[in-house]
């Protein structure tokens, strides 16, 4: 893994993800203890919906990849309203930062607690292609963060937090690691895997007899 100190140089270089984390191979395992997959990271779980419901959904996302960005455009608004809402569906997003532009905008997302998680990854989600794919993007990044009330000396001294910057890493190494994940994004829906961007039609599929309906 390569040090905070390097990612930072290396946005500043414009590195794009291809590089900096080549894709894993792909691994047979289709499923996971729901009890294991339950274990937070370092700074704990941002979760929506009720603890007690009959589905969970974790997600393992990268704020730079494009079928992310989609899901969380298309299919998460959806999936929100039907049944998180409703409270039928627990709904985790977890960090796996596929380069470190992504590092540093869930760095951001967690610096303010948690309270502003999905705030800001949403906000990212929404205006992935204005920074991820920018010519400048930490000064792209540094510009959209205003947007969430960001000044400067906030935006740098977020990216300077190594504490930080090793939690981050620390949820996705043990993705890495305890249940293979090799590519974003990677859903476990009560620790079925499903890898790729979902339509709310493929989740509703797997989700409604786990439910009952």
């Known amino acids: 893994m390569i040090t905070r100190r390097e990612a930072l140089s290396l946005l500043g270089a414009g590195i794009g993800a291809a590089v900096l984390f080549p894709s894993l191979p792909a691994v047979a395992q289709q499923t996971v203890s729901p009890e294991e997959l339950a274990v937070p990271g370092p700074l704990g779980d941002v979760a929506l919906g009720p603890e007690?419901?009959?589905?969970?959904?974790?997600?393992y996302a990268s704020l730079t990849c494009s079928h992310c960005a989609a899901f969380h455009k298309d299919t998460f608004p959806k999936l929100k309203e039907r049944y998180i809402d409703t409270g039928q569906v627990r709904f985790i997003l977890r960090e796996f930062p596929l380069d470190p532009l992504a590092t540093a905008g869930f760095m951001l997302a967690r610096c303010e607690g948690n309270a502003k998680y999905y705030p800001i990854t949403d906000l990212l989600f929404d205006t992935q292609r204005s920074w991820a794919f920018s010519d400048k993007p930490l000064d792209a990044l540094q510009q959209m963060m205003r947007q969430a009330g960001f000044s400067k000396e906030k935006f740098e001294s977020c990216l300077k937090d190594q504490k930080l910057y090793d939690a981050v890493n620390a949820v996705r190494k043990r993705a890495e690691e305890r249940f293979k994940i090799s590519s974003t994004p990677t859903f476990f829906i009560n620790g079925q895997r499903?890898?790729?961007?979902?339509?709310?039609?493929?989740?509703?599929?797997i989700i409604k007899p786990m439910l009952g309906v």
């Open 52 to 59: 007690n419901a009959k589905v969970t959904i974790v997600e």
């Open 194 to 205: 499903h890898a790729g961007n979902m339509s709310i039609e493929e989740l509703e599929k």
